[in-house]
């Protein structure tokens, strides 16, 4: 669903991001303010005003959202939860989480949190409207303060919406995991009403689109298809995190890994591993240190008349602390580590020997077992889990 992100600023800590697809949102925040909303609600001013108004709209949208998640970011910090940052996207912002909320009260807190900042942003922001109305404030002035307090009413009543993984759907999982003292089916339920949800909107936007109302219709099913989206995706993470959690990579990983000596040419290492074995990634190992890691890329970069001249060693780059880790290292983290540096293969490293090596086939095969024979209707979402490395370009 991520695609390019551009770190902006830190704010108490945390890293606000924006998507590219944010910064079409805003063009067109901007565009349908200053070209439609604010003349036809404020008439008779310059074109030059009405620009002004919409950038100012959409940067007051943009703090709206940025306050709005870091509310749930310091709720969460203050619970000891790893906080990675704030991404601003197509449908709005989301506060990264790296692990899921200790209790449900923690849970209920930390969902609640951002739609109260916006409840209170909305009536700060209309109170002020008010004001400048009555003060006989500039027309520009009254109208931007009053939009971005009813974009925030709009931001309250979205996220509200009972279906995870809104903030709604969040407090209804809060309550049923507090009711049934089970994560799991709290999260299955939750996230059902949000598909549910998600089905209704869809819905909508095609009654939309059949009473030739396009934009808007296709506005409805785009954030209804996100929303089934992310209910189905965060329904999967909560499995795979409760199959994974407290499971040592030493256990998932192959303590007898291919290894290649520096010494050999990088003909030998084409014709002898890459060939032979399908990886795109080899260790480097002399004396059961391991030396540094080849890559098909570093290979391409050698001229084909050279291969058989050069020597792996010459090649091989030193392993850096994405495609390595400890053997004690939760695999949680290992899959978060693949997912985030999109490699399908993590060297399992102490003390600068290589203990085996961990592949993301491995990890994925016993979870789909565990999820099988454990998780009951789970084992359907196991699956569509399973990122193929085909599809996602990760590297074997
Ligand atoms: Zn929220």
């Known amino acids: 669903m991520f695609g390019k992100t ?7 800590g945390f890293a606000v991001r924006i998507d590219w697809s944010w910064i079409i949102i805003v063009a067109l925040v901007v565009w349908s303010l200053a070209g439609g909303v604010f003349p036809r609600l404020y008439e008779g001013l310059y074109w030059g005003s009405y620009l002004v108004m919409g950038l100012a709209a959409a940067l007051g949208l943009f703090a709206s959202i940025v306050v709005h998640e870091l509310c749930h970011s310091l709720v ?35 969902a609640a949190a951002g739609p109260a900042a916006s409840v209170v942003l909305c009536g700060v922001f209309l109170g002020a409207s008010l004001i400048s109305g009555a003060a006989g404030g500039p027309m520009a002035v009254t109208g931007v303060l009053r939009w971005i307090g009813y974009i925030n009413g709009v931001l309250v009543v979205f996220n509200l919406i009972p279906g995870f993984p809104l903030d709604g759907g969040r407090v209804l999982r809060a309550i049923l995991w507090r009711w049934k003292g089970d994560l799991r089916g709290a999260t299955r339920t939750a996230s059902r009403v949000g598909a549910v949800f998600g089905a209704v909107l869809i819905g909508l936007g095609i009654v939309n689109l059949l009473l030739l109302n396009p934009i808007g219709g296709l506005w409805w099913i785009l954030i209804g298809m996100f929303i089934r989206g992310a209910a189905k995706m965060g329904y999967q993470q909560v499995l795979v995190r409760q ?41 480097v190992v002399e004396d059961g240190r391991l030396a540094g890691c080849v890559t098909t890329r570093q290979i391409k970069q050698v001229p084909r008349a050279q291969w058989t001249r050069r020597a792996v060693g010459e090649l091989a780059v030193g392993c850096s602390p994405e495609n390595t880790i400890a053997p004690d290292a939760d695999a949680v983290a290992a899959l978060s580590q693949m997912n985030q540096h999109h490699v399908s293969r993590l060297m399992v ?9 961990l592949s993301l086939k491995d990890l994925l095969r016993f979870l789909s077992l565990k999820l099988e024979l454990e998780g009951g209707e789970a084992g359907e979402g196991a699956k569509a889990n399973v990122p193929d490395s085909e599809d996602t370009g990760w590297e074997e």
């Open 6 to 12: 551009i770190t902006l600023f830190r704010v108490f």
């Open 243 to 283: 199959a994974l959690q407290g499971e040592p990579v030493r256990r998932f990983m192959n303590p007898q890994p291919v290894t290649v000596p520096p010494a050999i040419s990088v003909d030998e290492l084409v014709s002898d591993f890459v060939y032979h074995y399908h990886y795109k990634m080899f260790p």
């Open 76 to 110: 969460a910090r203050r619970y000891g939860l790893p906080m990675k940052g704030i991404t601003l996207f197509l449908f709005g912002g989301i506060a990264e989480m790296g692990d899921e909320p200790p209790s449900p009260k923690a849970e209920l807190l930390m």
């Open 349 to 357: 490293v102490s003390d600068g020997r290589l203990e085996g090596v």
